[in-house]
């Protein structure tokens, strides 16, 4: 019975002990919206600590895990292009082969393993080349992050000491968005709103996105939003004069309703035309 109850324990210290010692590089979560879905990166982060990394703790040429402990984890929940490949949804791991003038990015298939010992090269989904660039301070500690991200392109950017490389992401969306708006306006709730809001910010059609913006005023005659875009988009088609018209008709909106945001916003368009300085 003492024996038993030595070893109950020995495990609850064991488990109590862990529980206070953190891993020596601290994991990292992190979501990306992008295109039609989300981009999931875990990663374990690694120090400096006065060592030369590049070329030192991690060699040239040799498959890196692209952090510390597990290897690396992507997600994607939706198809993305990196670098020009094509990714399908689904979630892989992510190494790298650092080098002095170009690194090798690898996608491959087995999501969970430890470090890159168990690694193999027949599982990769694709492998491409990018160039390094040294960074201006040292960075103590492994960083990934997006940067420049908007609805279609966007980048993720690895930096470590004093390099960094950067991943170019792009995926497809206008197309679908186009296909979706399509359907939807078959249907019984027509997305007039929101599809003439697309259009605008992405330079499509701008009489079809007049046209919408005119039926969701007729079902909402006094939204100064509604006259805000409608101006925008008339702005954008050349016709000032009845781009001040609307412009001026959601001010008046806005000021009756103390939207702060919308008076600016109408006031922009009335600046934009020409009408106020």
């Known amino acids: 019975m003492k024996t038993l109850l030595s070893c109950f324990a020995l495990c609850l210290s064991v488990l109590t002990l862990k529980a206070q010692i ?3 590089s601290s994991t990292q979560h992190i979501d990306q919206e992008f295109g039609l879905g989300t981009i999931s990166i875990t990663y374990g982060r690694p120090d400096v600590k006065g060592r030369k990394i590049f070329n030192g703790t991690e060699p040239f040429g040799v498959v890196w895990r692209t952090g510390a402990n597990a290897a690396t984890i992507i997600k994607f929940t939706d198809e993305v292009s990196i670098e020009g490949h094509t990714i399908k949804p689904g979630e892989y791991s992510l190494f790298t082969i ?3 003038t170009e690194w090798t990015v690898i996608i491959n298939k087995v999501a969970k393993q430890w470090g890159a010992y168990s690694y193999d090269q ?6 491409f080349k990018v160039r390094p660039y040294r960074l201006p301070i040292t960075l103590e500690t492994l960083t ?3 940067t420049d991200v908007h609805i279609d392109t966007g980048i993720l950017q690895i930096l470590w000491e004093r390099t960094g490389i950067a991943l170019h992401l792009k995926a497809d969306v206008d197309n679908r968005v ?3 708006i399509n359907r939807m306006m078959k249907g019984k709730d027509k997305p007039y ?3 003439a809001v697309w259009y605008y910010n992405h330079n499509l059609d701008m009489t079809k ?9 007729k079902a909402q005659p006094d939204a100064y939003n509604v006259k805000y875009w409608k ?6 088609m050349g016709n000032k004069k009845s781009a001040i018209f609307s412009a001026k008709e959601g001010l008046a909106i806005a000021e009756k309703d103390e939207n702060a945001e919308y008076i600016r916003m109408n006031k922009e368009v009335l600046r934009d035309a020409g009408y106020i300085k």
Request: proline share 6%; net charge positive.
């Open 22 to 24: 953190p891993n020596f």
């Open 98 to 100: 650092p080098g002095a």
């Open 122 to 127: 027949k599982q990769d989904v694709v492998r």
């Open 144 to 146: 990934m992050q997006f």
């Open 178 to 180: 186009i296909a979706n």
């Open 193 to 195: 709103y929101l599809a």
């Open 209 to 217: 996105a007049l046209a919408w913006m005119m039926e969701q005023e």
């Open 231 to 236: 101006a925008r988009i008339q702005l954008k």
